[in-house]
């Protein structure tokens, strides 16, 4: 029988590489995500293409309600929901003073409060089935303090940190929960955040489709921590190695405006 995996922010990105590859590999798909023109075509694509059930929900996942009216949705529906991917999120570039506080609360909505939220609804059915999986994208950023980008890296530490204990709850229930870690990835995210005047774009960047691979396959082999890349799996381990002021001190050096 055909598993079903929900994926929010399916519309491009990373979210659109996982759906690619969770259709290519025979399971029906939720795609959610606001732009809905991209959700419908997409959901047309592979239904042709892999003779897939997808099904569109194009709505704000941080908006109040949304989760339980997407839980809810499906239930009627009929649809049961394997996998779930929480993967709608987005970034801030600019020092905490400088940055617009409605949207600095948007995103701890999207990033964390939605993505918990979406949790809750869909862990227990899986639990109860005794099979399924959840993965959160997380960052490679999660792993430190991040000057510059303050409260996008707190909202991915949060998200390592509930993965990580999560899966440990979980073990032994038939289901799994893994926390994909990206480092700087070619997606629309570098210009929603503003990032553009940053020097970590000088350093080495990642394409969607190869994270989205390693997330696809790490996910469905039960992994907990998913690090795409060589490279970012050693800046991960590098707080283990350095004083944690000199870290922070690092990233801002990285991540700061470049000189005009
Ligand atoms: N790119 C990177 O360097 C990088 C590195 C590490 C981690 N990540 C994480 O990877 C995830 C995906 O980002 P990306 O790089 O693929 O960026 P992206 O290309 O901007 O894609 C973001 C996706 O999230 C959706 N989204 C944003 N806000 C939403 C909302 N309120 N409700 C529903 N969907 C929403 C967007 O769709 P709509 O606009 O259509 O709603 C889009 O599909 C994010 O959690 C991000 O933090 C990215």
Redesign the pocket.
């Known amino acids: 029988m055909r598993r079903t995996v929900l994926i ?9 590489e996982l759906a690619d590859r969770f259709a290519k590999g025979g399971h029906n798909i939720v795609l ?4 809905k023109s ?1 959700i419908v075509e997409l959901a047309q694509e592979y239904q042709k293409k892999h003779g897939i059930q997808a099904t569109v929900i194009a ?4 908006a109040p309600g949304v989760p339980e009216e997407i839980f809810t949705e499906l239930k009627e529906k009929g649809i049961t929901v394997d996998y779930l991917v929480n ?5 801030l570039f600019g020092t905490f003073m400088e940055t617009d506080m409605e949207q600095e609360v948007n995103m701890i909505d ?2 964390i409060k939605a993505l918990t939220v979406m949790t809750k609804l869909f862990l227990p059915d899986m639990i109860k089935r005794g099979q399924g999986g959840v993965m959160n ?1 997380a ?3 999660g792993f430190f303090p991040g000057p510059m980008m303050s409260v996008y890296y707190a909202t ?1 530490a949060y998200v390592l940190s509930f993965t990580e204990a999560l899966a440990n709850e979980v073990s032994g229930t038939g289901v799994t929960v893994t926390a994909l870690c ?4 070619s ?4 210009d ?1 955040s503003g990032m553009g005047a940053s020097k970590m774009l000088k350093g080495a960047i990642m394409e ?1 489709g190869q994270v989205a691979e390693e997330g696809y396959r790490g996910f469905l082999r039960g992994k907990t921590l998913i690090m795409p890349g060589v490279r970012n799996r050693f800046i991960a381990f590098m707080p283990r190695l350095l004083p944690r002021m000199m870290m922070t001190r690092l990233v801002r050096r990285l991540q700061d405006r470049t000189e005009h």
């Open positions: 929010t922010g399916a519309s491009g990105g990373i979210g659109k959610v995500a606001r732009s991209k709505k704000d996942v941080a993967n709608a999120g987005f970034g999207v990033n994208v960052s490679l950023v991915k990206p480092g700087l990835t997606t629309g995210f570098v929603r969607a």
